[in-house]
């Protein structure tokens, strides 16, 4: 069942009437609501009135009071959305009235969580604002399969960059991207790129071998999360092939290699607990 979202118009926008309403942006994290900060528990827990993002799981929510007031406010990649500047102007309006607005939304409000254009938008009204960090899909994502997203041999340094480009912009130049994850030795993670797959893949096999190890975690984190490992040269084929959609990131790099090393080692732990009974029924 789909959640509802506001599309109805919303008078004009007024300045911050210091009505003693207040604004917090709250990462909730990748969806598992044990990864949520104790600050941001909180801050749903006090709330009064939660925006809440689409892909922010039920089982966060059903934190807040249950006299708040949760309005759904989905916003996902080719899906209909609720327009961002009614999403400003809802908030601002509840903190007009005096509410206690938590504007709750998945991963890190400031990793492609368009919390840096409502924080500009609040703040020229008037509207102090406070934000509270929540672990992005892309960190969550590849720890959950045992493999950092830096390392001392494998790679310097991270990029977290999206493959989806707002109408009228280039984009990402992946070509170049390629070059310097190549010569920096860089881990590329890649937000809303699923559906661009098979040009980033092209575009990243200009200056990446095709045997760089890849990715894909769809629903980081939570109990129907799916993933698959394969190399640069097979990731469309990869993503086609399993069925991987949205929400997915893609990570690209030598890190990777280490989801292998901690399957065997699952693998080798299992084997072991396997064969204790054996050999204490022959004692």
């Known amino acids: 069942m789909s959640r509802p979202t506001h599309t109805n118009t919303l008078p004009p926008s007024k300045p911050h009437l210091g009505t003693g309403g207040s604004c917090t942006l709250v990462g909730a994290g990748p969806g598992d609501p044990e990864l949520l900060t104790i600050k941001a528990l909180k801050a749903i ?11 922010v799981s039920d ?24 327009p961002q500047a009614f999403i400003e102007k809802l908030m601002l309006l509840a903190v007009n009235e005096g509410e206690n607005v938590v504007r709750l939304k998945g991963g890190d409000p400031f990793i492609f969580g368009r919390g840096g254009e409502e924080v500009e938008h609040l703040r020229a009204a008037g509207v102090p604002v406070t934000v509270i960090n929540g672990i992005t899909a892309g960190l969550a994502g590849l720890t959950s399969l045992g493999a950092p997203l830096t390392h001392r041999e494998h790679a310097h340094g991270v990029v977290f960059v999206t493959g989806h480009a707002k109408p009228g912009d280039a984009g990402t130049d992946w070509r170049q991207l390629a070059a310097t994850a190549r010569d920096a030795k860089l881990t590329l993670v890649i937000y809303m790129g699923v559906s661009g797959a098979a040009t980033i893949e092209q575009e990243l096999l200009t200056g990446l071998p095709a045997s760089t190890p890849v990715a894909i975690i769809q629903h980081a984190s939570l109990p129907h999360q799916r993933h698959a490992v394969t190399t640069l040269g097979a990731l469309h084929t990869t993503i086609t092939r399993d069925g991987l959609a949205s929400p997915s990131v893609i990570v690209v790099g030598d890190v990777v290699r280490g989801v292998a090393l901690a399957s065997q080692d699952a693998m080798h732990s299992t084997s072991e607990k396997s064969e204790a009974p054996r050999a204490r029924r022959a004692v």
């Open 45 to 55: 827990q006090a709330a009064t009135v939660l925006l809440v993002d689409d892909l």
């Open 59 to 82: 089982a966060i929510v059903a934190h807040a009071s249950p006299t708040a007031r949760i309005v759904y406010v989905g916003k996902r990649g080719g899906c209909k959305s609720t």
